[in-house]
């Protein structure tokens, strides 16, 4: 005899499962392959971001199979779906490159809906790369639900004339091409061998240094954002995240027990002493202000002052995240910050930061003593000052020393293209600052990552270490040198960026935290009488992202318009 109410009444899914009325529910559940123990266990999502393009992507669909495992050994019902993956390096010094940052909100939403419109109980987050894992995180803390990120892995260094190379090493080569210093045949042999596999390019770029975040704030398994993509721990790790997902439904642990002020706390903190990618000034704000909390650059900028830089990887130094995971990853490096941590925080995977410290197999190799630091600071700065009154970021780790306090003048560009083409030509000289400009959330729109305009200054004899880049746009996670972005308020929004005009002088001081345009007030005033936001030729989703986009400064999330004031409209009689 049918029983219609097998499930806890207090599950999600019970809504879609349970009793008569929900027999044409059922009846669907059916047509897609579950059976009755299926339907009346509970229903896991697997939000998957699995495609044919990215890298980092291309073996999620093999590592979803583990969590999927797990998920049944515990007596759960998997239910996979997939949302978007945008490639940031092939859609990188082109239109696709504003499609990134929108993106991230795309993904946050679609998995928000999957997994609203079909009640699950509890939810798995697979992503690797730049804009995904921060999308999924922000869909877990709005969600909060139980759930467990299982970030992707970093794919192994490629090798090129006996070092470890990897895509910055591509960008840059395509620079010393330009400039006579590679031949041909070396860019092809380069190119070749740079990036040999799958997973996340290797060096601390955006993407794993998103990945060493998500570790450090508790929601996915220890040493998950160390571990390489083809590496058996990562199938481990993947099916112990399916297992232990039950475990948090459950117990009903959810990401607003974990997502707390301390979590975010030691997460900077981590970040900062990796000499993490300047994204995360973006992004880290963007999940916080969905947990309901608000972390800002001054937050980034306060921590950096107390936390040394510990490791010094790619893009500014020679270690890749192979090498991160061989000297204990991401535990490792909180054992070094240990009287800052909050030890007694919980994690997914059921013990204290504490214990992951406790644990930590530091052997000595990349993270280097707290009392012998890379540098005394955090590798990330914050600047402001009339040229950024919002402010500003830059990877002050990734700097030569020289340019620390610089002085040169400005070369304004109203696009990435255009000064692209100048930099092809041989217009840009040492001295000079590029500002790049209506290229911000809004602007752009859509924030374009700009790693081909300083690849091709990192990677040029003649400019290296001699030419410092503006932009109220931003820069990827592997950009080194003096690549100052997320100048706020943007030009689009009438930010002193767009009042700089050609052969101004500009003065960046990272040590004192300041970014100055050398022009009287009074010219400024002047100047901004003529000035009007230029129409944004753009349609469909940019459209719409650039309407709603918010400054870099809060995290480029999107502000919805208001319906004060709203009244009844009825046709004229």
């Known amino acids: 005899m049918a029983d219609f109410t097998e499930k806890d009444s207090d599950m999600r899914s019970a809504t879609v499962t349970e009793g008569v009325d929900r027999a044409p529910h059922r009846s669907l559940?059916?047509?897609?392959?579950?059976?009755?123990?299926?339907?009346?266990q509970p229903l896991i999502g697997v939000a998957n971001s699995w495609n044919e393009i990215v890298p980092g992507h291309v073996h999620l669909d093999e590592l979803a199979t583990h969590v999927k495992d797990g998920i049944r050994e515990a007596g759960g019902t998997?239910?996979?779906?997939?949302?978007i993956a945008v490639d940031d390096g092939i859609a990188m010094g082109h239109e696709g490159m504003r499609s990134s940052l929108p993106s991230r909100e795309t993904i946050a939403d679609s998995v928000e809906l999957m997994v609203n419109a079909h009640q699950f109980d509890g939810l798995i987050a697979m992503a690797s790369c730049d804009k995904i894992v921060p999308g999924m995180l922000m869909a877990v803390a709005r969600l909060d639900i139980p759930a467990i990120v299982v970030t992707g892995g970093h794919m192994a260094a490629g090798?090129?004339?006996?070092?470890?190379?990897?895509?910055?090493?591509?960008?840059?080569?395509?620079?010393?091409?330009?400039e006579g210093e590679m031949s041909d045949d070396e860019l092809y042999e380069l190119e070749c061998s740079a990036c040999p596999g799958e997973g996340s390019c290797a060096g601390m770029f955006t993407a794993n240094t998103m990945a060493c975040v998500t570790e450090a704030l508790g929601l996915s398994w220890t040493e998950c954002a160390t571990s390489g993509a083809t590496d058996t721990a990562k199938q481990e790790i993947a099916r112990k995240s399916g297992r232990e997902i039950l475990r948090l439904v459950?117990?009903?642990?959810?990401?607003?027990?974990?997502?707390t002020e301390a979590a975010f706390e030691d997460a900077l903190r981590v970040d900062l002493a990796l000499g993490g990618s300047t994204n995360t000034m973006l992004h880290v704000p963007a999940v916080a202000a969905e947990a309901g909390l608000d972390i800002t650059l001054e937050d980034f900028e306060n921590l950096a002052e107390e936390t040394p830089h510990l490791a010094h990887m790619s893009p500014a130094g020679p270690w890749r995240m192979e090498h991160l995971r061989d000297d204990g990853g991401v535990p490792a490096v909180m054992a070094e910050l240990k009287a800052e941590m909050h030890q007694d925080r919980e994690t997914v995977d059921g013990i204290t930061i504490g214990d992951r410290i406790e644990n930590a197999d530091k052997r000595g190799t990349v993270i280097q003593p707290r009392a012998d630091p890379v540098h005394d600071g955090g590798s990330l700065a914050v600047l402001d000052g009339n040229l950024a009154p919002n402010g500003a970021v830059v990877k002050a780790g990734a700097m030569d020393e020289s340019m620390h306090h610089f002085e040169g003048r400005a070369r304004?560009?109203?696009?990435?293209?255009?000064?692209?083409?100048?930099?092809?030509?041989?217009?840009?000289?040492?001295?000079?600052?590029?500002?790049?400009?209506?290229?911000?959330?809004?602007?752009?729109?859509?924030?374009?990552e700009?790693?081909?305009p300083t690849s091709k200054v990192s990677g040029s004899p003649r400019l290296s270490g001699e030419v410092a880049?503006?932009?109220?746009?931003?820069?990827?996670?592997?950009?080194?040198?003096?690549?100052?972005?997320?100048?706020s308020p943007e030009a689009a929004s009438g930010g002193p960026i767009a009042l700089v005009e050609e052969g101004d002088q500009i003065l960046i001081d990272v040590d004192a935290g300041r970014l100055e345009l050398d022009v009287p007030a009074e010219t400024l005033r002047s100047r901004a009488k003529s000035w009007s936001p230029p129409e944004p030729e753009v349609t469909g989703v940019l459209e719409k992202y650039a309407a709603m986009a918010t400054s870099a400064a809060t995290g480029g999330v999107l502000e919805a318009p208001s319906l004060d004031g709203v009244e009844i409209q009825l046709p004229e009689q």
């Not at 591509?170 to 330009?178: A, I, L, N, W």
């Not at 041989?426 to 752009?444: L, N, Q, S, W």
């Open 29 to 40: 559940f059916r047509a897609a392959g579950l059976d009755d123990e299926e339907i009346h």
């Open 78 to 83: 998997p239910l996979e779906f997939n949302t």
């Open 159 to 178: 090798s090129f004339d006996d070092e470890p190379a990897d895509l910055v090493t591509v960008f840059e080569g395509v620079s010393q091409h330009h």
């Open 250 to 259: 459950k117990e009903d642990i959810r990401p607003s027990d974990l997502l």
């Open 412 to 448: 304004v560009f109203e696009s990435q293209s255009a000064a692209l083409e100048a930099l092809d030509g041989g217009e840009i000289d040492p001295g000079d600052v590029i500002v790049i400009r209506y290229e911000g959330p809004r602007g752009g729109p859509g924030m374009p």
């Open 450 to 452: 700009m790693l081909e």
């Open 469 to 487: 880049l503006i932009t109220d746009g931003r820069f990827s996670g592997g950009t080194r040198g003096a690549a100052i972005g997320h100048v």
